[in-house]
């Protein structure tokens, strides 16, 4: 893998400029802070193309991705497009060595994550996933709380989100396209509950219900599930859960609650609850705001990864994890019994 002397000399653009979350100019800004220089952006909206450059001056912008890689000026581009292009896009830039750092999810299968995995090892480029949350302030929290053994040993962790209501008329909303329900907010929570159950998966047993909402949406058949439930088995005897509703009418005020054998620890985004117990089995209760997320850490490391040699933080085997056990969920439930797991 080539190595720089300095971040600035690291050469980076995104693939990618729509206008959700002006998601694009966010990653470019993350990256000249870890010190990196934006030079392309490749956009086939010139509408787009405009406010890039209206928003990083002398920037080079690109219709299509063959051209920004003719060009030969990045070492570094992120993908910031629809899930299923992550795999040829990622494998087009890998191929003329150029590293790669895919938005979330790194891919929708695990065969796609695999063959960017081989040609990134191939070329010596870098590979890896935009997991910027693994530096969420609340699971920051909840690390912290288990690694101090207050709550004991992790004995299982639960995870859940939903809403009620038909998804969007966007991209996401589509099967094909964004690879289902557990694909967004449910990737985020496994990444979170692997970094409390590090232990090798066994088994795992998934539950999906679709069909509802696709009788009222744009996509039709191939509209998101509208339910899904993740039951993961550990090699160490834990287990964790994890569920994804659009039909979920009440909800719990928690994220994520870990159970230990001393208490519990539950989050928020913004706020943790912990519970343990005295002697007298009296309840101790703790809770407060979360610390400040450290997202910025991704692109940091990024850089020193490039520059020092620094460990990589979000390798692209730590990316595969959630994808691997997401196929396996829809496995599961296709099968409808639990699955034992390989998992290489």
């Known amino acids: 893998m080539k190595h720089f002397v300095s971040p600035q000399e690291i050469k980076v653009g995104v693939i990618g400029y729509g206008g959700a979350f002006n998601i694009g100019r966010q990653h470019l800004q993350e990256m000249q802070k870890a010190g990196m220089t934006p030079v392309a952006v490749a956009e086939p909206d010139p509408s787009r193309r405009e406010v ?23 070492d570094l581009v992120t993908l910031i497009t629809p899930h299923n292009t992550h795999a040829p896009l990622g494998l087009e830039c890998l191929q003329v060595g150029v590293s790669v750092i895919a938005e979330k999810p790194v891919t929708i299968t695990t065969a796609e994550c695999d063959s ?18 693994h530096w969420d302030g609340c699971i920051l929290k909840a690390v912290e709380v288990v690694k101090s053994g207050l709550i004991g040993d992790v004995v299982r962790v639960d995870a859940a989100m939903g809403t009620y209501g038909k998804p969007g008329d966007w991209w996401r909303a589509s099967k094909s396209i964004s690879g289902g329900l557990l694909y967004d907010w449910g990737v985020h929570l496994l990444e979170y509950t692997f970094q409390l159950i590090t232990s090798p998966i066994q088994e795992v047993s998934g539950y999906l219900k679709k069909g509802f ?21 550990y090699e160490s005897g834990q287990w964790s859960s994890l569920r994804i509703s659009m039909l979920q009418a009440e909800n719990s005020p928690y994220w994520m609650t870990i159970t230990g054998t001393k208490g519990s620890h539950s989050m928020h985004h913004d706020r943790y609850r912990t519970t ?13 705001p979360n610390p400040p997320g450290e997202s910025w850490q991704f692109y940091q490391n990024i850089a020193d990864h490039l520059v020092k040699g620094t460990p990589l933080v979000i390798t692209p085997e730590w990316a595969r994890r959630p994808i691997h056990v997401i196929e396996w969920t829809e496995k599961s439930a296709e099968a409808g019994r639990a699955l034992p797991v390989q998992y290489a």
């Open 213 to 233: 909402w696709s009788q009222s949406s744009k996509w039709a058949e191939d509209t998101i599930e509208d339910d899904g439930l993740a039951l993961v088995r």
């Open 52 to 74: 890039a450059i209206k928003e990083f001056p002398g920037i080079r912008t690109y219709a299509s991705v063959p051209e920004l890689l003719a060009a030969g000026e990045v």
């Open 276 to 288: 343990t117990y005295d002697e007298n089995r009296k309840p101790i209760v703790q809770e407060g």
């Open 116 to 133: 960017l995995i081989a040609a990134a090892k191939e070329k010596g480029a870098l590979l890896s996933t935009y997991h910027n949350r």
